[in-house]
Each structure stands twice: as structure tokens, then as C-alpha cells.
């Protein structure tokens, strides 16, 4: 019947998250574990630095001025019909700081970093290279996770500030092309009354960003099988949860940000 | 209580005696889901001897040498190391151990980010991280050039050919003087003329090294040329172990089909 066919299903979907889900905490164990015993792997955390920061630059500035502009455009065509065009530069400057740059930066870098780390394990995997490293007495959790993660976590508010800072700079250059201003003054008229308290915790937000980027992207390179499907599926895989998650943290950290830092 | 490196020593000083097998496997028994692999094998292998073991697809062969390196756990059974049981040791336990073993994959699985000599320099890079960079430099020159690969060392794994890249499997396999040396179907996909270049090389390194040996294959020249003792696998177990005489006058009919087809 029906029903049972589709009950069946939904039981099967449910097991499969848990299922998920339990490795994935189990994989984290390991990779901590790892992580925190010595050798340490430097020289492949500062490989990791590189293509995780220095090689997502381009990409986040772009995406943190393109959010900017619209904004700046969005925003100025709403306040107008309520008489509150002064409070341009301020909406901006919140809008991008608090949460726009924070959120666009995560999603650009699980789309860019998480596909990247994704393939490249799952390409690692199916070719035995993990195994590999881990028949020379190297252990793959500290040496291929463990700095990627990590990378991830540190780069994460480094690309924020970035993507806050071109976005700021878009909005205040679609503004006076309209309006001219001067961009000290919408600098001092948007950040009048902030403290750093207003910004450090959404630009730190982004740690726990690259946390489940890094995580999720690795967890699924290094657990893949099934030749050059696999490395797609694992790929799109990363891409798409850990967007996904991503969206959902930010949920959850914005309700304690304003909680606990009013 | 003994650490692992405690262990490693004595096994040193025991494998000088002569005492026992550098490696043992005992009734190993390993199943994937419903289907048994391994039904109580057991075989071992001495210093400066090369076992070739041979049987159809899908009897355990690759399985054993996962097994012994432990990339594979067994459902029960010893894996001994001079005496010295790590079947059911951890990644870091089995650190000590794996050092004195060298591994070649079927592919090679060269990390393909690296070029050749960088592959063969990896494991003195995570391990010998007091060696001078002249001296690394030397030792991965001279295993280049054990293995004829001498001018190919800036080269990527993707530029060279399939028998090169074992080549270079092989000298990775041998960076930290192993004592045992396990090969995956070392001439599995190559032509006639390299697969005779493959033997030659690896008859000459058993020379050289004087290492106790495990080559898992399916040509049987190849094992003829190659190895001391045989082992031919049915159904999980060791059929018969021997000379390639002992074999040919064996009357286990099995063995006799198989010489056949060989």
C-alpha cells in the first residue's frame, strides 16, 4: 500500500540522517584527537592557509561589493519613501557587517572550498593515496583533515572582514553616484554609536562557518567510494550540506550573539 | 608496560637471532557482510625470502596485505610481527610497526600533487624530521636511482608511465629501510617487457635489502621469476605452500587446473 511504501521511506531517510549524523561526530572525535596530539603538520597548514584564504580573496571581494551596491540601491529606494535617507549609510554599514558579509562569505566559501577539499580527498580516496599515507605511519585524520579544518576556521573572519570591507566601500560608491558623500563621512554617519561589540561577534560567527565547512567537506572526501561518481557525488555532496548547515548555524548563532552580547 | 618502540627494538634484535619469522599471519578470518574472504589463513615469511602468493580473483589475496598492514582489521586471527601480535592495534600504536614495513599499491598511488621525488621524499619528510636536507636529498637521489629513475625526479606522477610510476612506488615503499616488504600485483597492467623490468627490479632490491617479502599476483612467471616459496589461496585458505616444483607435483587437483591456466 501507499502508505506503508511511503512510511517505509521516511523511516529509511530518518535512519540515514542518524547514521550520518553519528559518523560525522564520530569523524570530528578523531580529527581532534588527531589534531591536538603532535607531530604537528605546519607546513601543510600553511599550504592550507593559502588556497583556503589567500586564493578565496578574489572571489569573497567581489561577492562582499556586489551585496554592498545592491544594498546601497535596495535600501536607499526604501528609507526615501519614509523619509530617512540620513540612515542610508548606517543601514549599509549594519546590513553588511552584522550579517550580510558574514553569511555571504560562508556560503561563498563552502561553495568554493568546500567542492575544492570535497574532490580533492575524494579524488585521494579512491585512488588509495589516503591509504597510502596511512601505511607510511602518517596518520590522514592530523595531516589531511585536521589543517584543512583548521585553515577553515582561521580564514573564515579574515575573508568577513574582507568581504565588510568591499561591501562598505560598493555602498558608499553606489550612493554618491547618486548623492555624493564623502566616504569619511559615510564611514563616521554609518558607525555613529557602534562599538566593537556590535561587530567582533558577527565577524567570529564565522569561525564556527568554516568549522562545518571544513568538517563536512572533509568528512565526506575522505569517506568516499564508487570511482569518479564518487568523487562528484562527494563534491556536490559538501557543497550542498554544508551550505546548508551553514545557513542553519547562522540561525542559531544570531539568537546567541543577541542574547549574550546585547 | 612496553611501548611500541620498545617493541620495534627487540623485534631488531630478535630478527639478527633468527629466532622467528619476521612475519606471521595465523587462521585469519575476515568477512565483508555475508561473504567470507579470509577462512583461517595462515602463512609466514622469513628474512630475505620472497612469498609469492597466488590464487583467483576475489580469494583475499589484496586482503591479506591490508590485513597485515592494517589498513583492514581481521574478525580474529594474529597478525605477528616478530612474535609480536598488531592485528588489534591502533592507528598510533601501529605507527612503530608500519615504519619498518614498505607498501606497494596496485596503482602505486603516488600522491599526485607531489612530483616523483617529492613521493619518495614524503616518508623521510614525516619521519626523519632531524635529517639535513642535503642528506634527504642524497638518500632520495639514491633510491631514484635504484630504481632507474634517477632523471624523473622533478616530474609529476601524471607525466610518467605506469611502469614508471611503481618504479617509483617502489622507491617511496623502500625510503625507510624497511624490513618487510609488501606488493600489491606489481605487474598488474604493464606490458610484458616492463613487467620482466618490474621483476628484475624487485629481485634486485630483495638482494640489496635483504627483506622478508610478501608479492601478491596473478602471473605466475612473474612469481616463478621472483619468488622463493609459492601459496596458492582457494576459498580463504592456503591451499599448498611451496617451491614452484612442489606445486607442479602436487596432486591436489585444484593446483593442477590453476598451474594449467597459469
Not at chain 1, 32 to 59: C, F, M
Not at chain 1, 66 to 75: F, K, P
Not at chain 1, 190 to 195: D, E, I
Not at chain 2, 116 to 131: I, S
Request: overall charge negative; glycine content about 10%; proline content about 4%.
Amino acid at each position: 500500500m501507499p502508505v506503508f511504501v511511503i512510511a517505509d521511506s521516511a523511516i529509511g531517510l530518518v535512519s540515514d540522517f542518524f547514521e550520518w549524523f553519528g559518523s560525522l561526530g564520530l569523524f570530528f572525535w578523531q580529527v581532534l584527537r588527531a589534531g591536538l596530539t603532535p607531530p604537528y603538520e605546519w607546513r601543510e597548514l600553511i599550504r592550507q592557509l593559502d588556497e583556503v584564504g589567500s586564493k578565496s580573496l578574489p572571489l569573497v571581494a567581489m561577492a562582499g561589493a556586489s551585496i554592498g551596491a545592491v544594498l546601497s540601491m535596495e535600501a536607499r529606494s526604501s528609507l526615501s519613501r519614509f523619509g530617512a535617507k540620513a540612515m542610508l549609510p548606517s543601514a549599509i554599514v549594519y546590513s553588511v557587517v552584522l550579517e550580510m558579509g558574514p553569511i555571504i562569505t560562508g556560503l561563498v566559501v563552502s561553495g568554493r572550498v568546500g567542492a575544492g577539499i570535497g574532490a580533492e580527498l575524494a579524488s585521494m580516496k579512491v585512488t588509495e593515496q589516503i591509504d597510502a599515507i596511512e601505511a607510511s605511519a602518517i596518520n590522514p585524520y592530523r595531516l589531511l583533515a585536521a589543517t584543512r579544518i583548521l585553515a577553515c576556521i582561521l580564514m573564515l573572519p579574515l575573508l568577513t572582514l574582507v568581504a565588510d570591507a568591499t561591501g562598505l566601500f560598493a555602498g558608499w560608491l553606489t550612493q554618491t553616484i547618486v548623492e555624493p558623500i564623502s566616504l569619511r563621512q559615510f564611514i563616521n554617519s554609518g558607525f555613529a554609536g557602534a562599538t566593537f561589540n556590535s561587530f567582533l561577534p558577527p565577524t567570529f560567527k564565522t569561525a564556527v562557518f568554516g568549522l562545518i565547512v571544513g568538517l563536512i567537506a572533509c568528512f565526506q572526501g575522505m569517506r568516499t567510494r564508487g570511482g569518479a561518481e564518487g568523487v562528484g557525488r562527494a563534491a556536490t555532496n559538501s557543497v550542498v550540506l554544508s551550505s546548508l548547515f551553514v545557513i542553519l548555524a547562522d540561525v542559531v548563532l544570531v539568537k546567541f550573539i543577541l542574547v549574550f552580547f546585547p | 608496560m612496553a611501548t611500541a618502540a620498545d617493541i620495534a627494538a627487540k623485534q631488531d634484535r630478535l630478527e639478527s637471532d633468527g629466532s622467528v619469522p619476521v612475519l606471521s599471519v595465523t587462521n585469519l578470518m575476515k568477512s565483508f557482510g555475508n561473504r567470507k574472504v579470509l577462512n583461517g589463513l595462515s602463512l609466514s615469511v622469513n628474512r630475505g625470502e620472497t612469498l609469492a602468493v597466488l590464487g583467483r580473483s576475489g580469494t583475499g589475496k589484496s586482503v591479506l596485505l591490508r590485513i597485515v598492514i592494517g589498513l583492514e582489521k581481521p574478525d580474529s586471527g594474529a597478525v605477528c610481527i616478530h612474535g609480536h601480535d598488531i592485528a588489534g592495534l591502533s592507528m598510533d600504536e601501529l605507527g612503530e610497526f608500519r615504519k619498518k614495513m614498505g607498501f606497494l599499491f596496485q596503482h602505486a598511488a603516488l600522491y599526485d600533487s607531489l612530483t616523483v621525488g617529492e613521493n619518495v621524499a614524503f616518508p623521510l619528510d614525516h619521519h626523519r624530521r632531524g635529517m639535513a636536507q642535503s642528506e634527504k636529498a642524497e638518500r632520495v637521489r639514491q633510491l631514484l636511482a635504484e630504481v632507474g629513475l634517477e632523471r624523473d625526479a622533478d616530474k609529476m606522477p601524471s607525466d610518467i608511465s605506469g611502469g614508471m610510476q611503481k618504479r617509483a612506488g617502489l622507491a617511496r615503499a623502500l625510503a625507510l629501510e624497511p624490513v618487510i616488504l609488501l606488493l600489491d600485483e606489481p605487474t598488474a597492467g604493464l606490458d610484458p617487457i616492463s613487467s620482466g623490468e618490474i621483476d628484475d627490479l624487485v629481485l634486485k632490491l630483495q638482494r640489496e635489502h635483504n627483506m622478508a617479502s610478501i608479492v601478491v599476483t596473478h602471473d605466475m612467471y612473474s612469481a616463478k621469476t621472483i619468488a622463493n616459496r609459492l601459496a596458492i589461496l582457494d576459498k580463504g585458505e592456503v591451499v599448498i605452500e611451496g617451491t614452484f616444483k612442489d606445486l607442479q607435483e602436487s596432486n591436489i587437483e585444484f593446483v593442477q587446473e590453476f598451474l594449467s591456466h597459469a
